[in-house]
């Protein structure tokens, strides 16, 4: 599922790099995108490649440092292989709970995540087009359009600030979400100064001359 979502926004990102923005879509279709909120942004989710530190208290020769496999699965003294890709850190501690207790009276079981390579590329924002330094970074919680741009070196002299354009996933399309960074940057007006989501591509266009 990573390397589909990863490989869809590798070929919108060079769609996108062309002079021209495409359309807006539809009022709702925007409303909708704006809305979502979407799961990995406020809880993380496992997959594979990442790594846990799987601590259980009292009893440390059950405890270990394991690499969630391309399977989904992690292997834990005692239990077994358990599935974490797809998970919380909460969900996985409580399946390994479970199983653990028919072993050891009440088990107590912690999860941190001490590598998280699953989402080294979904959990980035990018910045392409008529920017100092097209590029691709972290998301953090709080990040805006403005903050992105900035990030990126400003918008260069051949920019349309009027006719950038926000793209987010949602199902199987990108939304795009028209953003006046002539207003944010230049007259103070924000109000398409949008909080970013992991996954979402701004693209600043070139004028036409």
């Known amino acids: 599922m990573a390397r589909t979502l990863v490989a869809a926004f590798a070929v919108l990102t ?28 406020d809880q993380y989710i496992l997959g594979p490649t990442d790594v846990v530190q799987v601590s259980v208290w009292r009893n440390p020769d059950l405890s270990a440092s394991v690499p969630v496999r391309p399977d989904g699965r992690i292997s834990v003294p005692l239990v077994g292989d358990v ?51 097209p590029m691709s970074m972290p998301h953090r919680s709080g990040m805006t359009v403005m903050d992105v741009v900035l990030q990126a ?43 970013l989501q992991p996954g979402d591509i701004l693209t600043i266009p070139e004028r036409d001359f």
Not at 20 to 30: G, L, M
Not at 121 to 128: G, I, S, Y
Request: aromatic share 4%; proline share 4%; hydrophobic share 35%.
């Open 83 to 133: 599935q974490a890709s797809g998970r919380t850190p909460e969900d996985l501690a409580q399946s390994i709970e479970d199983e653990l207790a028919e072993y050891i009276r009440e088990p107590q079981v912690s999860i941190v995540v001490t590598g998280m390579g699953s989402h080294e590329f979904t959990d980035r924002v990018r910045v392409t087009g008529a920017v100092q330094g």
């Open 14 to 41: 060079l769609l996108l790099s062309g002079c021209v923005s495409t359309p807006a879509s539809s009022p709702e279709k925007i409303r909708q995108a704006l809305n979502v909120k979407k799961q990995g942004v």
């Open 153 to 195: 070196g400003g918008a260069n002299e051949f920019a349309d600030l009027d006719d950038a354009r926000l793209y987010r996933k949602m199902d199987n399309e990108a939304v795009s979400i028209p953003v006046n960074l002539d207003a944010i940057l230049n007259r103070g007006d924000i109000k398409t100064n949008y909080l």
